[in-house]
């Protein structure tokens, strides 16, 4: 980010806005390794996939754009979706669906927040500070819930920070090598991913209620997702 123009990424007209995208997005984050921690690996990664449904109210609300009657309906099924997860009407109602939600709400806020910076501010700027923001917010935290990493969690740290930069980097160049309203449909394969892996790894099997919100979840958002890109 710096080899090209060391001080390009530093200069900013909206110090400001990159503030409180990064305070939003440290939430978000909060909300993910929560949900991560507390729920099975399927359903925190499908609760993700919700933000969709959060960008038709936040766009009315923020970018003055306008939804139909069917995209609003598909937005208030995928929201029912959501509520599925939390076991409603029986015993087991689990309110931490709501956690995840909440975090999808969040991501979907940094997205509108992107969109207003790119108005004025270059990619690598963005970038920057999202980067500088999210450490110093996620400092605060940290001061009272710091544990110190052993060896192999530190390794496993670092691992961690590997493949999401690679994961990152494979997503955008696929971006640019491929048709959008093929690609989008494979993003939701993670949630297959997360099925697999969290029963082999950990013997995690989604409920019924989960395997409904994810299949309404999933419906939805990917009808957003593709009619917005074919509009």
């Known amino acids: 980010m710096f080899m090209h123009n060391p001080?390009?990424?530093?200069?900013?007209?909206?110090?400001?806005?990159?503030?409180?995208?990064?305070?939003?997005?440290?939430?978000?984050?909060?909300?993910?390794?929560?949900?991560?921690?507390?729920?099975?690996?399927?359903?925190?990664?499908?609760?993700?996939?919700?933000?969709?449904?959060?960008?038709?109210?936040?766009?009315?609300?923020?970018?003055?754009?306008?939804?139909?009657?069917?995209?609003?309906?598909?937005?208030?099924?995928?929201?029912?979706?959501?509520?599925?997860?939390?076991?409603?009407?029986?015993?087991?109602?689990?309110?931490?669906?709501?956690?995840g939600a909440a975090g999808a709400l969040f991501g979907a806020l940094v997205v509108i927040c992107i969109k207003r910076l790119a108005t004025t501010e270059p990619t690598r700027t963005i970038m920057f500070y999202y980067a500088i923001s999210n450490a110093v917010f996620s400092l605060i935290p940290t001061v009272w819930f710091w544990v110190t990493p052993t060896g192999p969690e530190l390794a496993m740290l670092v691992l961690i920070g590997f493949l999401g930069i690679a994961g990152q980097g494979l997503i955008t160049h696929g971006w640019t090598l491929g048709d959008v309203t093929a690609l989008v449909p494979l993003d939701y394969s993670r949630i297959v991913y997360?099925?697999?892996?969290?029963?082999?790894?950990?013997?995690?099997?989604?409920?019924?209620?989960?395997?409904?919100?994810?299949?309404?979840?999933?419906?939805?958002?990917?009808?957003?997702?593709?009619?917005?890109?074919?509009r």
């Open 7 to 99: 001080l390009e990424p530093l200069r900013t007209k909206r110090l400001g806005m990159h503030a409180v995208r990064g305070i939003i997005g440290t939430l978000g984050n909060i909300c993910f390794f929560w949900t991560i921690t507390h729920m099975l690996l399927a359903d925190a990664m499908a609760l993700q996939f919700s933000r969709p449904l959060f960008m038709i109210p936040l766009a009315m609300a923020f970018l003055g754009e306008l939804a139909g009657f069917r995209r609003t309906a598909i937005t208030l099924v995928g929201f029912a979706g959501i509520a599925l997860y939390a076991k409603p009407f029986t015993e087991g109602f689990d309110p931490g669906a709501f956690v």
């Open 194 to 230: 997360s099925a697999l892996l969290g029963y082999l790894v950990f013997g995690e099997l989604p409920g019924l209620w989960s395997v409904a919100g994810m299949a309404i979840i999933v419906a939805s958002s990917l009808y957003l997702v593709l009619t917005e890109r074919k």
